[in-house]
Nanobody, 121 residues
């Protein structure tokens, strides 16, 4: 089985920075695309940033120039460096990973439980 765990959330003032981490662990053969999402209170979940196993990235317009996604393939870990944070970035941040587990023929999608990011004005 594969577990995905996010960490690094917290409370920060507007203009500050946070770095989120997402680790995929378990009986993993390979990890493919990894994605950060967020869900603010009363709003739908939205895609924040995505990174392929080759390192190609894409961002939501609302975070371009402020957030940077990266990954360490050797550690099956993805990061989200968030700078110039705004109150509207307040949300629960989730990551998902496409991964192939031992004994499973195809890639499956696995989600973490989320980490809270709160930006005060």
């Amino acid at each position: 089985q594969v577990q995905v765990v996010e960490s690094g959330g917290g409370l920060v003032q507007a203009g500050g920075s946070l770095r989120l981490s997402c680790v995929a662990s378990g009986s993993i053969i390979s990890v493919g695309t990894m994605t950060w999402h967020r869900q603010a209170p009363g709003k739908q979940r939205e895609l924040v940033a995505v990174i392929t196993s080759a390192g190609s990235t894409n961002y939501a317009d609302s975070v371009k120039g402020r957030f940077t996604i990266s990954r360490d393939n050797a550690r099956n870990t993805m990061y989200l460096q968030m700078n110039s944070l705004k109150p509207e970035d307040t949300a629960v941040y989730y990551c998902d990973a496409d991964a192939q587990a031992l004994g499973v023929k195809s890639f499956q999608n696995y989600w973490g439980q989320g980490t809270q990011v709160t930006v005060s004005s």
